[in-house]
Antibody
Framework: ELQLVESGGGLVQPGGSLRLSCAAS????????FNWVRQAPGKGLEWISL????????YYADSVNGRFTISRDNGKNSLYLQMNSLTAEDTAVYYC????????????????WGQGTTVTVSS | EIVMTQSPATLSVSPGERAIVSCRAS??????LAWYQQKPGQAPRLLIH???TRATDIPVTFSGSGSGTEFTLTISSLQSEDFAVYYC?????????FGQGTTVEIK
């Protein structure tokens, strides 16, 4: 079964840091570009970052650029999101999601999603 | 960034009826447009990509159309499991952006 499982969420104080992980199973993570998408409580979806298959190319939304870093370890079949300087506005469920095109960095929809991990930023 | 605007915000439909959700892009996104369905407490699910191509295992009751800046998701003959929130997303230009969502509720 194809599956993505996020972990690492939790409660963190404003200004703090957190590292999210996303583990893939049932397929080789190395063949795909991956994204992080978040959803604040009661709100819509916000795309925040993408990393290419080799990790050589990354993109970020303005809202997280300079504070968040996306990375991957293809040998461990895992994706990561390092989040620094967190604020209350970063409180959300964070999803990892796979591009639906293999190998190439092309316009792509998101065809496989994890169940999400919740990040709460509060004192 | 490209702003995606969905209408209506909420759509009340009786079971068995048709639902039509619209999505407008602030710039040309060609056909690089996807639709997702999200139910409470669940992750989004890809319904349509390339503006009109159904994703794997998506029933034929879901169809998408449009290109450029105007897009439509049509759900024919709504079933109980179709009542959910629907999002459009453009992936033509960075950052990839979502619409604000349309809630399809039981009338």
């Amino acid at each position: 079964e194809l599956q993505l499982v996020e972990s690492g969420g939790g409660l963190v104080q404003p200004g703090g840091s957190l590292r999210l992980s996303c583990a893939a199973s049932g397929f080789s993570l190395s063949n795909y570009n991956f994204n992080w998408v978040r959803q604040a409580p009661g709100k819509g979806l916000e795309w925040i970052s993408l990393i290419s298959t080799t990790g050589s190319t990354t993109y970020y939304a303005d809202s997280v650029n300079g504070r968040f870093t996306i990375s991957r370890d293809n040998g461990k079949n895992s994706l990561y999101l390092q989040m620094n300087s967190l604020t209350a506005e970063d409180t959300a469920v964070y999803y990892c999601a796979r591009d639906n095109i293999r190998y190439l960095l092309l316009p792509a929809a998101l065809d496989l999603w994890g169940q999400g991990t919740t990040v709460t930023v509060s004192s | 960034e490209i702003v995606m605007t969905q209408s209506p915000a909420t759509l009340s439909v009786s079971p068995g009826e048709r639902a039509i959700v619209s999505c407008r892009a602030s710039q040309n996104v060609r056909n690089n447009l996807a639709w997702y369905q999200q139910k409470p407490g669940q992750a989004p699910r890809l319904l349509i990509h390339g503006a009109s191509t159904r994703a794997t295992d998506i029933p034929v009751t879901f169809s998408g159309s449009g290109s450029g800046t105007e897009f439509t998701l049509t759900i024919s003959s709504l079933q109980s499991e179709d009542f959910a929130v629907y999002y459009c997303q453009q992936y033509n230009t960075w950052p990839r952006t979502f619409g604000q969502g349309t809630t399809v509720e039981i009338k």
